[in-house]
Antibody
Framework: EVLLLESGGGLVQPGGSLRLSCAASGLIFNSHAMSWVRQAPGKGLEWVSTLTDSGSSTYYADSVKGRFTISRDNSKNRLFLQMDSLRAEDTAVYYC???????????????????WGQGTTVTVSS | DMQMTQSPSSLSASVGDRVTITCRASQNIDSYLNWFQQKPGKAPKLLIYASSSLQRGVPSRFSGSGSGTDFTLTINSLQPEDFATYYCQQSYGRFAFGPGTTVNIK
């Protein structure tokens, strides 16, 4: 069984930083792209970032580009999200998700998030 | 930027009903469309990928169709465990989600 477990969430002041971690088990981690998706309180889902299996290509939502950095350690089966210059609107539950599928990430591909973690809560407030 | 819309934003239905949810993309996305179910306090669950492919383990009462800009998620014979919020998501360019459709008990 594939399991994803996020950690690292918490309360941080505006302008601060936080690093989220996602520990993966039950899969060949370096064979899968991984993503972060967030959900603000009472709101819908928002894709945040995707990282290819090798870590060579990254993709970001415009709302976090230049502030967030996605990375992975394939030797430790871990995915990370470094969040800098945090804003109140970054307050959300952050989910990591395993990707499946094929094709381009920028011009159409059959990619989908088939396994999700339980989420970790990030609160940005003074 | 790609925009996804869903209709209705919410609906009320009874057990046994057939429910249809529509998702529309702001530009042609071929069949690069996924559907998720989310229950309160829980992570989303993949139902359908590539517009019409049923994810392993998902009941066959769920089905998806469409291509281009217009897509549909259909739930045949709604069950008590199906009351939830449903999201579409495109994988044409990045991974924008629709705003969601909440299925409530009538």
């Amino acid at each position: 069984e594939v399991l994803l477990l996020e950690s690292g969430g918490g309360l941080v002041q505006p302008g601060g930083s936080l690093r989220l971690s996602c520990a993966a088990s039950g899969l060949i981690f370096n064979s899968h792209a991984m993503s972060w998706v967030r959900q603000a309180p009472g709101k819908g889902l928002e894709w945040v970032s995707t990282l290819t299996d090798s870590g060579s290509s990254t993709y970001y939502a415009d709302s976090v580009k230049g502030r967030f950095t996605i990375s992975r350690d394939n030797s430790k089966n871990r995915l990370f999200l470094q969040m800098d210059s945090l804003r109140a609107e970054d307050t959300a539950v952050y989910y990591c998700a395993k990707m499946e599928g094929s094709g381009s990430y920028t011009f159409g591909g059959y990619h989908y998030m088939d396994v999700w973690g339980q989420g970790t809560t990030v609160t940005v407030s003074s | 930027d790609m925009q996804m819309t869903q209709s209705p934003s919410s609906l009320s239905a009874s057990v046994g009903d057939r429910v249809t949810i529509t998702c529309r993309a702001s530009q042609n996305i071929d069949s690069y469309l996924n559907w998720f179910q989310q229950k309160p306090g829980k992570a989303p669950k993949l139902l359908i990928y590539a517009s019409s492919s049923l994810q392993r383990g998902v009941p066959s009462r769920f089905s998806g169709s469409g291509s281009g800009t217009d897509f549909t998620l259909t739930i045949n014979s709604l069950q008590p465990e199906d009351f939830a919020t449903y999201y579409c998501q495109q994988s044409y360019g990045r991974f924008a989600f629709g705003p969601g459709t909440t299925v409530n008990i009538k």
